[in-house]
């Protein structure tokens, strides 16, 4: 069955760095893109980064110059360095394909908690 599993996540102050990562199927997820979304309560996911197969990024505009996204093809994982934190960036991350997710594809995610 494909598979998505998020971890990484935590607490982190204001200015802090938080690293998550993104174990997808290899079968599944080989080759395609790949992108993270963020879930805040009461809000619609929003999809905040994404990478392609090749590796090209691109990143929603509130983020950029602050989050890398990245993967390695052979541990079939994505990754998301996060620095400069906000408390805006407080949420559950998910990974899923991007920039359209497959519906039933969605795992756990992994919360990221920054204080302010």
């Known amino acids: 069955q494909v598979q998505l599993v998020e971890s990484g996540g935590g607490y982190a102050p204001t200015g802090g760095s938080m690293n998550l990562s993104c174990t997808t199927s290899?079968?599944?997820?080989?080759?395609?893109?790949l992108g993270w979304y963020r879930q805040v309560p009461g809000y619609q996911r929003e999809l905040i980064a994404r990478?392609?197969?090749?590796?090209?990024?691109t990143f929603v505009d509130f983020v950029k110059g602050r989050f890398t996204i990245s993967r390695n093809n052979a541990k079939n994982t994505i990754y998301l360095q996060m620095s400069n934190l906000k408390p805006e960036d407080t949420g559950v991350y998910y990974c899923?394909?991007?920039?359209?997710?497959?519906?039933?594809?969605w795992g756990q995610g992994t919360q990221v908690t920054v204080s302010s």
């Open positions: 990478i392609t197969g090749s590796g090209t990024v």
């Open positions: 290899s079968m599944i997820f080989i080759g395609s893109t």
């Open positions: 899923n394909s991007a920039p359209i997710p497959g519906p039933l594809y």
